[in-house]
């Protein structure tokens, strides 16, 4: 671990990405073939092999452990920690205060692996006593990257694509040939060790090794979506249940969650096999409770989680099915590098009936027909609607434009702009970065920012305003006469303390100036807390 931990000091250290990746360059290529998986992961941040659960230590366990074993107060760590702005550092400082025996334990990186996907599948007990022994024999740097590590909070800026960047190098292979691997395999372990034996050719996918599946784009409005899909979409109804992603071998049915985990035992519904379906597939697609012909709400489907076992009356209220959006590989072939419009070709082969079924979708050109068909898909009981780029290829773990999603939002609220900054790129020189506040009892109190959704024509014009009405500058920010009313819609609201008003919106979007309301008449922190309270309350039930 201490060469591992070395390295990661370094290239901690380097400002340059370039002498980053070198740093890592090395080490990597420094590797026998049995640590070389183990040092990727890590280099990259991710200390688990893709499958392995979760190891369950949280911050506060591991304070209790390390302060325990250090011979000091919990406060004080936790003290240190926040002085230092990171425990690791907090807990290298301790045990460097520490008296050491010199013959000391060694700490093999082969050992560090092999425990920390142990955490996972242990009791408390056993977890604690695996840590302790783990820290006991860490010198302080070891120690500072276990910890940081185990949290998830590496921050050397040395994700996964780097560490890609520094297998090429290592290896003196293309670094393209490299993340189409990592994209193959789902696992930078797993690209390590094919890199270092110069085997990349020929793989390709397989059931049972799930691969990170694709994500959507959020856009604003059908217009918005039309513009990023001009040449027309297919169109499917954004389903409201859980991502998956569905193996077949000639046997064997297993379903894995967006994290990668095996997670059938959830769903036997959907292990069935349909009739026309032969060799090997892989298909994508989100699983719902369905009754009646209906989808059911996100909370029905919810009861049938974190259950070793479904219970008979789940089973028969709240059953689950497996719609098919998508298909990587069908019949032994891979598709991810066929367009879109083909995939769902080899997935008509797939029933419009039963537990594991097609999505249906259609062809769209232009914004009056998505407008129409998002309409639709919310009339039906849907999250919204999602559009894709008929001509796109398959990308694993990619957030593209090829794929948009339209969501109904949660609600908008009547805000006032407090502050403005000065955007970039496109919007470069315009005042574009909004502060806005709703009513708290006494005064305006800050609720979040907003970028998006006003024409450029009114940013010109409101940049010309908020100019002439600044009342302070603090930093980059131009504080305003509080006499801009908007209103903005967002998805999902959360308790917070990044904004005074003690929640963060999420994807906050500009939908139009209210130039019809003064500023008493805004919205109050009050109905921020009711809308809270209005998502959180628990859905209707199937049944
Ligand atoms: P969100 O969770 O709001 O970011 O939306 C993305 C999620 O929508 C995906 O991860 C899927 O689980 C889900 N989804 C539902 N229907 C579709 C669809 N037709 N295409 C892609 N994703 C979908």
Redesign the pocket.
Known sequence: MRALALTLETIAGHSSTENKVQAAAAYLASQHSDGIAIAARFLAGTPLPPGTPATKVGRSTLVDIIAAFGGAERRTLLKRATARGDLGTAVAELLEGLPRDSGAARLPILLVAESLARLGRVGRDRRARLLQELFGRATPIEAKYLTKLLLGSLRTGMQASRVEEALALAFDTPVDAIRRAHMLLGDIGATAERSARGDLETITLRAHRPVR?M??H?AESAAQVCALLSDGAIA????????AQWHRDDKVVRVYS?ALEDFTHFFPEIRSIPDAMHGEWILDG?VVVWVDGQAMSFGTLQRRLGRKQVPLTLLLDAPVIFIA??VLRADGYDLIDAPLLQRKQALQQLPSEGPVRR?PWTELADEAAMNTFFDSAIAAGN?GA?F?DPKSTYQPGRRGRA?V?L?RPLGTLDVVVTGAEWGRGKRAGLLSDLIFAVRGSDQLVDAGRAYSGLTDAEITELTVHFKENTVRTTGSVRRVTPDIILEVAF?DVRPSDRHPAGFALRFPRIVRRRLDLSVDEISSVTDLVELYEQARAPTVEAG
């Open positions: 599946v994500l959507a959020p499917e109804d954004k389903y409201d249940g859980i991502r967006r989100e959006f998508d999505a999250e999602v894709k794929w999603k969501k998805d």
